[in-house]
């Protein structure tokens, strides 16, 4: 092999790995399965600060954001998550919009199953009556606690009620 070739083999080999260790290493998902479709996210950019506690106002504000990933949920599903173990082995909530479905946090439980009823009936605390949501934001929170001051990361999805 003439030197030129070989400086050519070993330039290009130089480079490709220059490549490789620039690539981001991708960020844990969550999982949302109902029936048959399963719908994946990631949190968005700023609702993750690689490894940090959100502000709490960040927190706040990603909780209000409309989610990009949506799944159609029929009466009487249940709606099943998945979430990466790095995730779990920090904890994560469940949450519809800014109400918590889950007492605590989840610790090292990398799936959970809720029912769709749960997520999108609500009752108002005056009248006592039932209302029934036509879409509902599951708010997935990488979180050590309820409080908001413990949360690394907010993954959204959409559920649209079907018939």
């Not at 109902?34 to 504000?61: I, R, W």
């Not at 989610?67 to 009466?75: G, L, M, R």
């Not at 610790?107 to 209302?131: A, H, I, M, P, R």
Request: hydrophobic share 40%.
């Amino acid at each position: 092999m003439s030197i030129r070739r070989a400086a050519t083999t070993i330039g290009a080999l130089s480079l490709g790995l220059v490549v490789l260790t620039a690539c981001d290493k991708p960020t844990a998902m969550a999982t949302v399965t109902v029936g048959g479709k399963t719908v994946q996210a990631e949190a968005a950019d700023k609702c993750f600060d690689h490894g940090k506690k959100l502000a709490q106002e960040v927190f706040l504000a990603c909780l209000q954001v409309t989610p990009k990933h949506h799944i159609t949920v029929a009466v009487g599903d249940q709606v099943r998550i998945g979430v990466d173990p790095s995730i779990a082995k920090k904890g994560w909530l469940i949450a519809q919009g800014t109400t918590l479905v889950t007492p605590e946090p989840l610790k090292n439980k990398t799936y959970w199953s809720v029912d769709s009823e749960q997520l999108f009936n609500s009752q108002d605390q005056q009248t006592g009556g039932t209302t029934t949501a036509k879409q509902v934001t599951l708010n997935i929170v990488e979180s050590a606690d309820t409080s908001g001051e413990s949360s690394y990361r907010v993954i959204q999805f959409n559920l649209i009620r079907g018939q």
